[in-house]
């Protein structure tokens, strides 16, 4: 968030002010979500590893992308992706 508001010339309270009223979510919270939903796309059109999916969509460790991925969807995503499967 620093090197951002650095390169569009805010300060990181006033960037994170600004993208919550445009977008109606502060950054990290809008990021997460967004990982979280690249990480679903990819565990229900492929085979990749939990992992790997982990890893692609920016996390370092699989026990916290297990964390957020089970916030956002109730679920741990080896059983989402398996119910995902299952109703194809």
Same mark, same amino acid.
């Given at each position: 968030? $620093?090197?951002? %508001?650095?390169?569009?010339?805010? *300060?990181?309270?006033?960037?994170? !002010?600004? =993208?919550?009223?445009?977008?109606?979510?502060?950054?990290?919270?809008?990021?997460?979500?967004?990982?979280?939903?690249?990480?679903?796309?990819?565990?229900?059109?492929?085979?990749? *590893?939990?992992?790997?999916?982990?890893? $692609?969509?920016?996390? !370092? *460790?699989? %026990? %916290? =992308? $297990?964390?957020? =991925?089970?916030?956002? =969807?109730?679920?741990?995503?080896?059983?989402?992706?398996?119910?995902?499967?299952?109703?194809?």
């Amino acid at each position: 968030m $620093d090197a951002l %508001a650095g390169k569009v010339g805010l *300060s990181r309270s006033a960037l994170s !002010e600004r =993208f919550n009223a445009l977008i109606g979510a502060p950054p990290m919270q809008y990021l997460t979500g967004w990982r979280i939903s690249l990480a679903a796309t990819q565990l229900r059109e492929s085979n990749v *590893s939990i992992i790997q999916v982990a890893t $692609d969509v920016g996390y !370092e *460790s699989e %026990a %916290a =992308f $297990d964390r957020a =991925f089970k916030r956002e =969807f109730g679920l741990p995503p080896a059983t989402w992706r398996k119910r995902a499967a299952s109703s194809r």
